[in-house]
C-alpha cells in the first residue's frame, strides 16, 4: 500500500454497499418468532433500530433480552440471513462509485460489523475487491458498537491515511458515531436500516443517494 494523501471513504457494508434490507427484515422477524413477538415493518424497523442490538430488541419488548434469549434470536437472525442474503445484490451504482473514486486517485476500504470470515468472500464473489486497500468485518462477538472496530481498522492503516482526511459512510447512526470516535467525518445515507429522523439527530450530513455521499465525502475531506 501507498500512502494516500487525498480523502479516503470508509464504506458500511450491510445496508450501505450491500442492498440487504429485505433479508434483514425477513432474518429480524424469524427471530422476532422464536419469542412470540410480532413481525415488524421496514418502516417500524427503520423508526427503532439501534446497536448495540439488544437495545433494539429492548425497545420492542420493553424490556432488554436475557441472554439466553439474546443467543437464540442472535442465532435465528443469522441463520436466516444467510439464507436471505443470496437474493441481494449491490446497491445502484456502487460500482461506478467506486471505480470513479479510485480513478481520481483516492483510496477506500470497507469496516463492518458482519462476520469477517463471511465479509470477505462475499466482497471478491461481487468482484469488487480490487478497489478497497482493506477490508474489515467483526471478529468477535456480535451485537456491539463498531467503535473499537474503527480504532482498529484506522489504526492497520495508519501511516496509509489520515483520519482527518477519511470519511465514513454508512445506513445507521453507529456509523457516524464510530467515525466521532475516530476523529473521521460521516455521511450517513437513507437507504438503509435507519429513518432520516434517527439519522439527522447525530448531527452529520443525511443524504438519500450513494452518489450525494460520496459528493459530500469529497467536500468534508477537502475541508480537513
Not at 445507521?172 to 466521532?180: E, F, G, S, T
Request: glycine share 10%; proline share 4%; charged share 20%.
Amino acid at each position: 500500500m501507498g500512502t494516500h494523501t487525498d480523502a479516503h471513504i470508509v464504506w458500511d457494508w450491510n445496508g450501505t454497499l450491500f442492498h440487504d434490507v429485505d433479508a434483514v427484515i425477513g432474518a429480524t422477524n424469524a427471530a422476532f418468532a422464536e419469542l412470540g413477538l410480532t413481525p415488524i415493518t421496514l418502516e417500524r424497523y427503520r423508526e427503532l433500530y439501534c446497536v448495540p442490538v439488544p437495545r433494539f430488541y429492548e425497545r420492542l419488548m420493553g424490556r432488554l433480552p436475557s441472554q439466553a434469549e439474546w443467543e437464540v434470536m442472535d442465532a435465528v437472525f443469522h441463520r436466516h440471513y444467510t439464507e436471505h442474503r443470496v437474493r441481494c445484490g449491490l446497491a445502484d451504482g456502487v460500482e461506478d462509485l467506486l471505480t470513479g473514486w479510485v480513478a481520481a486517485g483516492r483510496s477506500q476500504s470497507i469496516l463492518s460489523l458482519y462476520g469477517h470470515e463471511e465479509l470477505v468472500p462475499l466482497v471478491e464473489d461481487f468482484g469488487i475487491s480490487s478497489h478497497f486497500i482493506r477490508v474489515d468485518g467483526r471478529t468477535g462477538p456480535s451485537g456491539g458498537s463498531k467503535a473499537e472496530h474503527m480504532v482498529r481498522h484506522l489504526d492497520a492503516l495508519r501511516g496509509t491515511v489520515d483520519p482527518r482526511r477519511t470519511v465514513v459512510i454508512g445506513d445507521a447512526a453507529d456509523d457516524a458515531l464510530a467515525a466521532l470516535h475516530v476523529g473521521a467525518h460521516a455521511v450517513l445515507w437513507t437507504g438503509g436500516s435507519h429513518g432520516r429522523a434517527g439519522l439527522e439527530a447525530v448531527g452529520v450530513p443525511v443524504v438519500d443517494s450513494l452518489s450525494e455521499a460520496v459528493t459530500q465525502a469529497e467536500r468534508l475531506a477537502a475541508s480537513a
